[in-house]
């Protein structure tokens, strides 16, 4: 994956949509080829069907790199992903973070518990949707709550409180809260159930 | 068994016609016509993201059975974990995406005149043509070992029913029975598939028959994920004692099968007979039958353009999937739906007089040991035009580490179930 500069100046050219007939060894794969092959895992297009891997469509191209680029380092914590993300150069993120970005987030519907939903969703405004904002279907630099696969989401819930993903300064600020005005790291519970079931 | 399904196929809908999806007839441009041969991971994934690439392209698809039955996933069906209608899949999805899909069985493909020929009597003309023959068995490899034996001593490396037979074997099997599983030489289809196999069919007989064996005869002396393996097997079955449910016998240890007698329910090795209630012969692999017929082979497989996928025997046919030879990735299915794409690509854009793009591969495989027990193998690939090699990206890829936590092996799990709903929608959705 090394690439002069003259190589990653082709790579954009791919991307601008201007490529005329460049040798195939010294090219970058178009983004669209790159991220043709995280479908096997991801769905296609990057909307999972579940029921753990998360939907990469429609993430901010800023998460999307963030994301990656921890992957790569070995700072957040993975069972694959950390392995596949040191196979890409920043350019070859760059583009796929830009591709996915565009793709549309599918909400077919998970099964989540309902009541934990409701008390979910009140919890959440209070704690989460100043970052995480319209039902956590936006935000800026974020990751897309709303939909996302349940399994996933208590994943991640998991890891940044047993410190093996870093959370964010402004994060970390509203998960003590939480946990101090709900006793313990359970209250997180129905806050998932709540995201994951939007549809 | 995939003859005998498309002999009854055509029994039944006659020998002269073939059905065809109600695929949308819509007025399309003059396109060029590519024809598919093969509806498995790697032809119905081609097929399909063909049309995406450009849709003003006729694909027709031909595929003998009406439905497929995916190899992976189909050892959890060994262990009673899941059913086989769940490894399922038609082929609406590909008519929904414009694909014409044909059910007949191709016999001949001329790569001067351009011409795919079926059983059915059909012919498709071709601006090029995409061949994903899968994998055939060398019977004879292992003396004693005939398509006719394997309705006895199933293979069950075709999923469908072989994998009810199989199944049904070891339900009826009485506990302390020995299951003796014969590992094929490299290299073959799902490399840690057998190995996986076994863990299935051990977590089985552990709920079930706790008194009963498996034994694995190999023709090597080693194989793929070995050490997760062998931790799994230890972990859950107690391997490397002597009460271990799974014995593993290598070929410099004896375990290589010199021949076998289904009569007598018995492998021969070099120094022993091992005899078994039921017996699993992985056979060793080939290319599908139509790539030998067709004239694309060089020894067992199909040699390629690994970029492109043409064939390097006949140009204007690309052969992939576990049919070619696209070392350095394995014969597996999320290689297959892999090249798939990379196929379609190259072909959308040399039919439009376009240098082929830039391809991209990659390979995930996850093998399931043991209840909330999984771990994978991963690669990136890019490709190396001196060689003509599919080369993996230094520094990536590689296997689950040794010393992850319960909790990543479980984790592990849950992205293999959802790995194969993703891909089996990617490639039949």
Known sequence: MMKSSFHRLLGVAVVAGTIGLAPAAFAQASPEMMADTCAGCHGTDGSSNGPATPTIASLSADYFILSMKDYKAGKRQSTVMGRIAKAYSDDDIAAMAKHFQTKPFHRPGQKVDAAKAKEGKALAKKY???????????????????GQMLPYLQYSIADFLDG???????????????????????????????????? | MFMIDRRKFIAGVGATTSTMLAAPHVARAAGARVVVVGGGPAGATAAKYLRRAD????????????????????????????????????????????????HDLVVGIDGAAKVVTTQGGQKFP?????????????????????????????????????????????????????????????????????YERASQVAQYFK?????????????????????????????????????????????????????????????????DTVKAAVINVIPAQKAGKIAFDAGLTEGNWAPVNKATFESKKIPGIHVLGDGSDAATMPKSGYAANSQ?????????????????????????????????????????YTYDAEKNAIAEVQGSGGLSPIDASDEDRKREVLYAQSWFRNITADIWG
Not at chain 1, 165 to 186: C, H, I, N, S, T
Not at chain 2, 226 to 246: H, M, N, R, V
């Open chain 1, 128 to 146: 989460c949707e100043s970052c995480h904002e319209d039902e956590g279907k936006v935000g800026e630099g974020v990751g897309v709550l709303a």
């Open chain 1, 164 to 199: 093996k993903r870093e959370p964010e300064k402004r994060q970390k600020v509203k998960f003590d809260a939480l946990m101090k005005d709900k006793g313990g790291r359970e209250a997180f519970e129905p806050i998932l159930h709540y995201y994951a079931g939007v549809k």
């Open chain 2, 55 to 102: 849709p003003s392209i006729e694909v027709t698809l031909i595929e003998a059975n009406k439905d497929y039955y995916t190899c992976f996933m189909s050892n959890e069906v060994l262990s009673g974990e899941r059913t086989l209608d769940s490894l399922k899949f038609g082929y609406a999805g590909l008519a929904k995406a414009g694909v014409e899909v044909v």
């Open chain 2, 126 to 194: 071709y601006d090029r043509c995409i061949v994903a023959p899968g994998i055939d068995f060398a019977w004879g490899a292992l003396p004693g070992y005939t398509a006719e034996a394997a309705e006895k001593i199933p293979h069950a490396w075709k999923a469908g029913p072989q994998t009810a037979l199989l199944r049904k074997q070891l339900e009826a099997m009485p506990d302390g029975g020995v299951f003796v599983m014969v590992a094929p030489p490299n290299p073959y289809r799902c490399p840690p598939g057998p």
């Open chain 2, 207 to 271: 709920h079930h028959k706790p008194k009963s064996k498996i034994i694995i005869l190999d023709t090597k002396d080693g194989f793929s994920k070995q050490k997760l393996f062998e931790q799994a097997w230890a972990k859950f079955y107690g391997f490397g004692t002597d009460k271990s449910l799974i014995e593993w016998v290598p070929a410099s240890k004896g375990g290589k099968p010199t021949a076998l007698d289904v009569a007598g329910m018995a492998v021969q090795t070099e120094f």
């Open chain 2, 340 to 380: 798939g794409k990379v196929t379609a690509a190259a072909v959308a854009a040399m039919l439009s007089g376009k240098a082929a793009p830039t391809p991209a591969y990659v390979n995930t495989c996850y093998s399931i040991a043991g209840e909330n027990h999984a771990f994978s193998v991963a690669g990136v």
